[in-house]
């Protein structure tokens, strides 16, 4: 019998289980869970987004569009990104993908293949890494610094790594799993380098808008790159808009680049549903009010979390800048697989293990705080019992 696994590409076959589906997928199940452990609220889509979506398939919108995207919302991510970034590039380097997943993959698509390298600091999302791999090409981790006082990028560490083989930097800032922000300066410097070395960068701005200290947004490559700069943005409408079931992100890419994205969104999905862009055209024209309100919330919920936690005395973190994650660690629990299976068990409150994040992440837990304040408060509750134990 043919030994259908063995026969598979060997980059698909040793693609990575997650380490945080394992954890889900242990405890789904209990009554009295709350599951903090992946990156989404508690909200449901706001209903003037679902109403926009809801009209466009009364108007029976369900055939083949745009793979490029719908051009009311290309005009309005250009508009978006004018309001917030202050560039005024045109609607013709915005492109509507199935997810931000999906923008990350064209990015790599694009720049990277068999035998190149893409090198990125850690702990990161692991989808990403993973998606470098899959193509063949090896993702190059440069370990983030851990102090009380925030982690830390040293772009000349980040740079070190690079090799003849590698195609390009990729950065997510704010990050994901440690609330992590890159300065202007750092993203100048990145930059000034990336171009020296006619390097890709691939910038993951997803969490960009939630900045727990009172600022706008975060630093962004807009602030300092040109047009034509070998910049690839990845954006969803996930996090900001409580969209994340929707599966809509977009990619900004020099517009030169307009065939070979259109090609390659071509080639895998043929372009993401009108309905579902017309409940984005929503979300970015009428949803400002509705991501503050998000952004408060989850101010509030780092302060519950926070608090509860340090008042166990055993657990160490840094203050995320922004996203909504914090990623701490426990005293005497070095084993932060064993950890989150054994605090999911024993108090139904269920965290990402930082193993899943690689290089740095070990020793570490993460935790979603976009959600209600009582659900924090009862999760604070369980894990300080359980702590101060």
Not at 272 to 285: D, K, P, R, T, Y
Request: hydrophobic share 40%; net charge negative.
């Amino acid at each position: 019998m043919t030994d259908c696994v063995a026969a598979l590409r060997p980059q698909a076959r040793m693609a990575p289980e997650s380490g945080i589906v394992e954890v889900v997928n242990f405890a789904r199940e209990r009554s009295d869970l709350i599951p903090l452990w992946v990156g989404e609220g508690d909200l449901p889509t706001p209903e003037f987004i679902r109403q926009a979506a809801a009209a466009s398939l009364a108007r029976g919108e369900t055939f083949y569009t745009y793979q490029r995207g719908i051009p009311a919302l290309r005009s309005a991510l250009a508009r978006y990104h004018l309001a917030h970034y202050g560039r005024d590039w045109g609607a013709e380097r915005y492109f509507v993908t199935g997810s931000g997943m999906q923008a990350i993959q064209l990015a790599v698509q694009a720049v990277a293949g068999e035998g190149d390298e893409v090198v990125y600091p850690s702990p990161a999302w692991p989808n990403f890494p993973a998606a470098v791999e899959v193509m063949g090409a090896r993702a190059v981790p440069v370990r983030l610094e851990f102090s009380q006082n925030g982690w830390s990028l040293d772009p000349e560490r980040l740079f070190a790594a690079v090799t003849d083989r590698t195609r390009a930097i990729y950065l997510n800032s704010p990050g994901n799993p440690n609330g992590w922000v890159a300065d202007r300066q750092t993203l100048q410097t990145i930059l000034d380098e990336a171009r020296r070395r006619g390097l890709w960068i691939i910038t993951d701005e997803v969490y960009n808008r939630i900045m727990l200290d009172g600022s706008a947004r975060a630093p962004s490559f807009y602030d300092v790159a040109e047009p034509d700069d070998l910049i690839l943005y990845v954006n969803t409408f996930s996090k900001n808009w409580a969209m994340t079931g929707w599966r809509v992100g977009w990619l900004s890419a020099p517009p030169a680049m307009g065939q070979v994205v259109e090609n390659l969104i071509q080639y895998s999905t043929s372009g993401v549903a009108e309905f579902m862009q017309h409940g984005a055209l929503a979300a970015i024209e009428q949803g400002e009010a509705f991501l503050q309100s998000q952004l408060e919330r989850s101010k509030l919920g780092l302060e519950i979390v926070t608090e509860a936690l340090s008042a166990t005395g055993r657990v160490r973190f840094a203050q995320p800048a922004g996203g909504f994650y914090l990623f701490f660690g426990v005293e005497g629990e070095p084993d932060c697989r064993d950890l989150a299976l054994k605090l999911v068990s024993e108090t139904g409150v269920g965290l990402a293990p930082g193993r899943a994040f690689g290089t740095g992440g070990e020793g570490f837990l993460r935790l979603c705080f976009a959600r209600s304040a009582d659900d924090l408060r009862r999760a604070g509750e369980r894990l300080q019992d359980w702590l101060s134990r």
